[in-house]
């Protein structure tokens, strides 16, 4: 995603509604349903800083 996408308000909501229900439904059924025991920390990472190159 483009470096600045997150710093939009309603985009970083978004992103860790969908990342909360994505962990929440890989713990599967015998683990309770409580996003409250989540925690997602959007952090921006600079364009041209991935990878092994990133120095």
């Not at 308000?9 to 994505?22: D, G, K, Q, S």
């Not at 890989?26 to 190159?53: H, N």
């Amino acid at each position: 995603m483009p470096q600045s996408l997150i710093n939009d308000p309603e985009v970083r909501e978004r992103l860790v509604a969908y990342i909360t229900e994505a962990l929440l439904d890989a713990e599967g059924p015998d683990c309770p349903r409580d996003p409250s025991r989540v925690f997602v920390f959007p952090l921006e990472i600079p364009e041209r800083l991935w990878g092994w190159a990133a120095g």
